[in-house]
T-cell receptor
């Protein structure tokens, strides 16, 4: 069964550093998403991406964040100048259809120290 | 924006009993309602979904019902098994909203053997 692959599974970074979280969506999917989940809390929308541009972003997704699909297969989330409160699980998801069910990756646990 | 409320936050049942999780949504224009199961350390996995033109959908031991008038939908798991123990999330999607999902807070289901 096709999978969404995320790397790394766990990233520890110093406060103020930049991190890049990587995702390989399912190959025939067209819609890509980043969500985050702070420990014990709900899954929160960050950004959606379609046709090589951002479709929608949440209030969380400020200038500190950016996304890119550099080579037609990878989908990355960059977090600049990380803060302690950025510590969370970050999930990448993709879907074949707009408004369809997602396939989520296993997530990257980001710990900012 | 859309707001999804999910109840209960925790649910404990005996193996073989049924479990019901309920969600309400606020935006009557939402038209797609997936349910995800999240096991420890993994990403959410789509288990069943329903679109607004359907009132009920069943897949083996799981079923989802939708009441558009009341803006609520429910997940029903029959003949529960210990491996059903996980966190379950409901979500609502507005098709025109770039496929962005609004998630409920999650229900931790424990099935006791």
């Amino acid at each position: 069964e096709p999978e969404v692959t995320q790397t790394p599974s766990h990233q520890v970074t110093q406060m103020g550093q930049e991190v890049i979280l990587r995702c390989v969506p399912i190959s025939n999917h067209l819609y890509f998403y980043w969500y985050r989940q702070i420990l014990g809390q709900k899954v929160e929308f960050l950004v959606s991406f379609y046709n090589n541009e951002i479709s929608e972003k949440s209030e969380i997704f400020d200038d500190q964040f950016s996304v890119e699909r550099p080579d037609g297969s990878n989908f990355t989330l960059k977090i600049r100048s990380t803060k302690l409160e950025d510590s969370a699980m970050y999930f990448c998801a993709s879907s074949e259809l707009q408004g369809g069910g997602y396939t989520f990756g296993s997530g990257t646990r980001l710990t900012v120290v | 924006g859309e707001n999804v409320e999910q109840h209960p936050s925790t649910l404990s049942v005996q193996e073989g009993d049924s479990a019901v999780i309920k969600c309400t949504y606020s935006d009557s224009a939402s038209n797609y309602f997936p349910w995800y199961k999240q096991e420890l350390g993994k990403g959410p996995q789509l288990i069943i979904d329903i679109r607004s033109n359907v009132g009920e959908k069943k897949d083996q031991r799981i079923a989802v019902t939708l009441n558009k008038t009341a803006k609520h939908f429910s997940l029903h798991i029959t003949e529960t098994q210990p491996e059903d123990s996980a966190v379950y999330f409901c979500a609502a999607i507005l098709n025109t909203n770039a496929g962005k999902s609004t998630f409920g807070d999650g229900t931790t289901l424990t099935v006791k053997p």
